[in-house]
Nanobody, 123 residues
Framework: QLQLVESGGGSVQAGGSLRLSCRES????????MGWFRQAPGKEREFVAQ????????NYGDSVKGRFTISRDNAKNTMYLQMNSLKPEDTAVYYC????????????????WGQGTQVTVSS
């Protein structure tokens, strides 16, 4: 069973960058497509990005295309989210999860969620 832990969140000014990490400790990381989601206060959990098992296919939500980059290192059981040109509307708790089949943009098709890491972007 996957155990996922996010890190790398923090506070940054608009236009800045952060890199999030999602580390898996259960030993099954390379078997799963993985995804990042985010949830702002009072809003639904939103799809951010998805990556295939070997990293050759990626998908992004419209609001982050061209600014965020998802990647993974299976040797380190870790997935990353490089976030550039951050905006105040990117403020949210960011979660990683494993894709378990269905629609890659749908949070209901992900499992083994991490605890989340807070990202705050000030204007």
């Amino acid at each position: 069973q996957l155990q996922l832990v996010e890190s790398g969140g923090g506070s940054v000014q608009a236009g800045g960058s952060l890199r999030l990490s999602c580390r898996e400790s259960g030993g099954y990381f390379s078997n799963y497509d993985m995804g990042w989601f985010r949830q702002a206060p009072g809003k639904e959990r939103e799809f951010v990005a998805q990556i295939s098992t070997v990293g050759d296919t990626t998908n992004y939500g419209d609001s982050v295309k061209g600014r965020f980059t998802i990647s993974r290192d299976n040797a380190k059981n870790t997935m990353y989210l490089q976030m550039n040109s951050l905006k105040p509307e990117d403020t949210a708790v960011y979660y990683c999860a494993a894709f378990v089949g269905g629609s890659w943009y749908d949070r209901d098709h992900y499992d083994y969620w991490g605890q989340g890491t807070q990202v705050t972007v000030s204007s």
